[in-house]
């Protein structure tokens, strides 16, 4: 059975940093792209970084690069999104998502498994 868990969130003020950690069980993580979304309420879900299987590319939307930093861990099947800066729009459900792709893909769909989320809440 395939699982992703993340794990890391919470309620932060503006400028504050959270590390996001999802850890996976039931795939090679190594075998897989590995991503971030999230979603706001009332919003769609987007892309917000991307890692390739060896960690040697990665990805951002526009509005966290600079800020937001993703990793992996292959060996403790890990992926980390790193978030410095934190402002009251990055407040959303942040989920991590496995594909099988070689390069990075934005597009939720292009996805096979996810985690269920964890909460981020950024006051001001």
């Known amino acids: 059975q395939v699982r992703l868990v993340e794990s890391g969130g919470g309620l932060v003020q503006v400028g504050e940093s959270l590390r996001l950690s999802c850890a996976t069980s039931g795939i090679t993580i190594g075998d897989y792209v590995m991503g971030w979304f999230r979603q706001a309420r009332g919003k769609e879900r987007t892309f917000v970084a991307g890692i390739t299987r060896t960690g040697s590319t990665t990805d951002y939307a526009d509005f966290v690069k600079g800020r937001f930093t993703i990793s992996r861990d292959n060996a403790k099947n890990t992926v980390y999104l790193i978030m410095n800066s934190l402002q009251p729009e990055d407040t959303a459900i942040y989920s991590c998502?496995?594909?099988?792709?070689?390069?990075?893909?934005?597009?939720?769909?292009?996805?096979?498994?996810w985690g269920l989320g964890t909460q981020v809440t950024v006051s001001s």
């Open positions: 998502a496995a594909d099988r792709w070689t390069t990075i893909q934005t597009r939720d769909d292009e996805y096979e498994y």
